[in-house]
């Protein structure tokens, strides 16, 4: 296993609710990411997090999220949630001494907004 | 245009196969490059990286070919097991945070 742990695995909202996702990093991963995944398509970069600061976002609205802890654990948030929202959301945690580029991601959370 | 571009398949192929997949990218100044595969409902995983020299691990062997900006994986023996989605990946470089994602090119190996 990747040792990057996400909670919930699974949860419905219903449109305009709020939803707050979870991600520990793999021990001594300090950067993390999110990706959006809808059916049928390839992970989509939302934001990434090192060393507590945001440091690069993707195409997603305001209302997309974070934060990164001390202990490089990190939260999504997503706000006045829309259908299109609906997707397995994705951490992916890496380390940036001595990079080889590997992504390593959590099994996810798969979202449904009614 | 997409940024990485692959065919989404699927592709069926028996099993013992040879079946090769491509994937274009748009940004020449693209630097790193990773095939990750993905199970059904599963998280995507690392299957090997792209060098510019080319690289095989077993039974697979990818090829980057930057004048034409594509990248390819092979797959010869195909098993079973290697029914998946097969995504194609491009970073800017170390330390970039942006990974870009191709679609995924489905693959089922019959028996």
């Known amino acids: 296993e990747t040792g990057v742990t996400q909670s919930p695995t699974h949860l419905i909202k219903t449109r305009g609710q709020q939803v707050t996702l979870r991600c520990s990093s793999q021990?001594?991963?300090?950067?993390v990411s999110w990706y959006q995944q809808a059916l049928g398509q390839g992970p989509q970069f939302i934001f990434q997090?090192?060393?507590?600061?945001?440091?690069g976002r993707g195409n997603f609205p305001p209302r997309f999220s974070g934060l990164q802890f001390p202990n490089y654990s990190s939260e999504l948030n997503v706000n006045a949630l829309e259908l299109d929202d609906s997707a397995l959301y994705l951490c992916?945690?890496?380390?940036?001494?001595?990079?080889?580029?590997?992504?390593?991601f959590g099994e996810g959370s798969r979202l449904t907004v009614l | 245009r997409k940024e990485v571009e692959q065919d989404p398949g699927p592709f069926n192929v028996p099993e013992g196969a040879t079946v090769a997949f491509n994937c274009t990218y748009s940004?020449?100044?693209?630097?790193?490059f990773f095939w990750y595969r993905q199970d059904c409902r599963k998280e995507p995983k690392l299957l090997m990286s792209?060098?510019?020299s080319g690289n095989e691990d077993g039974r697979f062997t990818a090829q980057l070919n930057r004048a034409s900006q594509y990248i390819s994986l092979l797959i010869r023996d195909s098993k079973l097991s290697d029914s998946a989605t097969y995504l194609c990946?491009?970073?800017?470089?170390?330390?970039?945070?942006?990974?870009?994602f191709g679609t995924g090119t489905r693959l089922k190996v019959l028996a």
């Open positions: 992916a945690s890496r380390s940036t001494g001595g990079d080889t580029g590997e992504l390593f």
């Open positions: 021990s001594g991963h300090n950067t």
């Open positions: 997090y090192y060393r507590e600061e945001e440091n």
């Open positions: 940004n020449s100044a693209s630097q790193s």
């Open positions: 792209v060098y510019s």
């Open positions: 990946v491009v970073n800017m470089g170390s330390g970039t945070y942006k990974y870009i």
